[in-house]
């Protein structure tokens, strides 16, 4: 069996650091790694409207800044399919189908469902493409006959959704769907990166999010009012490492060699980590060693952008020549379904054979 990676992002602004250690560096070390056969990522547009149809323009604006992102972080077009969700309809005969295979009962169960129309204030009056969106998902990921799909934790749930909609078609219709399996991230400061503020998820609509794009003042700028220890007021007292963002930033960003370029005078993050606990080091000095942390992250990333952005059409060709493969996969996917469920009329000719007997007397 190939080894099939589907996941993607909606286009509701440009892509974050919680994306990009969250999933989009881990998708680039995927796409590199040789062990998938093919690499699946959706701009989900379709899903983004279930909860933004009366600002289309939005989504509209969005889908070339997170094909840029994705570019610039590494994603290549020649290794990895990247395509837009409304532009393979596929995906959403699949999801009528499975419509019919879950009941509103488990649909109202899905934690992440309830959890996600709690923050929208969806409770009185649910979208019905909203409270859907996990079918949707499942369309989306058998489509493809994925066998991996990088997630969240808090992605979990959905895929176990996936899971059971597999099992339930393969059970009623024969096998014919693949039941894919998650692949979540080894590093736990990254799987939620906080926002600059301390709260629990780096968001757009909290503001407080570092942009993957951000140009570097504008890093610096949101690196220095970053949430640490309230209570570390003066550079000789204690501070506290765990619930500091600064260092949970640096959990997941500094490396060996930062220390050597940027900060010699110690050893190791341990090393920095220790001296903040027992005093006597500023916060000040801290952030500005996550600037350059940060900067060297993101400075070869912004350059291959600004390089992308002088051909905007070229990216667009990449999304509709993504778009286009995507369709004759999903294809394949829905003729192997409808044949299984008895409703590819025209091609099977054993039932149009049988029909001719039975109208023209022979049976």
């Known amino acids: 069996m190939k080894k099939i990676i589907l996941t993607g992002d909606r286009p509701t602004g440009r892509l974050h650091l919680g994306h990009y250690v969250g999933s989009l560096k881990r998708r680039v070390e995927l796409q590199n790694s040789g062990e998938y056969d093919e690499i699946y990522i ?27 992102d994705y570019m610039s972080c590494g994603l290549d077009p020649a290794k990895t399919v990247m395509f837009v969700q409304s532009e393979v309809p ?43 969106y996990p079918v949707s998902q499942a369309a989306d ?11 969240g934790e808090d992605q979990e ?39 600059t503020d301390g709260k629990a998820k780096m968001s757009k609509s909290l503001g407080n999010g570092i942009y993957i794009s951000d140009p570097a003042e504008e890093v610096k700028k949101k690196v220095m009012s970053m949430y640490t220890d309230p ?30 370029r940027f900060l010699p005078d110690y050893e190791n993050l341990a090393a920095l980590k220790e001296h903040y606990s027992r005093g006597g080091l500023g916060d000040v000095k801290v952030k500005k060693f996550l600037i350059a942390v940060l900067e060297d992250e993101l400075a070869p990333i912004r350059a291959r952008r600004k390089t992308l952005e002088k051909d905007v059409r070229a990216v667009y060709r990449v999304l509709a020549e993504g778009s286009e493969k995507a369709r004759a996969k999903a294809a394949e996917t829905l003729q192997a379904m409808k044949a299984a469920m008895k409703i590819n009329y025209f091609e099977d000719e054993e039932l149009i054979a049988g029909q001719v007997k039975r109208f023209s007397g022979e049976a």
């Open 231 to 260: 209570d570390h007021i003066r550079v000789e007292d204690p501070g506290k490492i765990e619930g500091n963002t600064v260092f949970t930033y640096l959990d997941v960003f500094a490396r060996p060699e930062h220390f050597d």
């Open 42 to 68: 959706m701009i989900a547009d379709a899903q983004a409207l279930t909860d933004n149809m009366d600002n289309p323009e939005k989504i509209r604006q969005n889908i070339i800044e997170v094909a840029l």
């Open 90 to 132: 596929q995906l959403f005969e699949m999801t009528a189908y499975y419509m019919n295979l879950v009941t509103v009962s488990r649909l109202q169960r899905n934690p992440t469902v309830k959890a996600e129309i709690q923050m929208r204030n969806f409770e009185t009056s649910i979208p019905v493409g909203f409270f859907t």
């Open 141 to 151: 990921i058998t489509a493809f006959q994925a066998t991996t799909v990088p997630v």
């Open 157 to 195: 749930p959905m895929l176990e959704q996936t899971r059971e909609i597999v099992r339930k078609f393969n059970e009623v219709y024969g096998e014919t769907l693949v039941e894919p399996k998650s692949l979540l991230s080894s590093q736990k400061a990254a799987m939620r990166l906080p926002g």
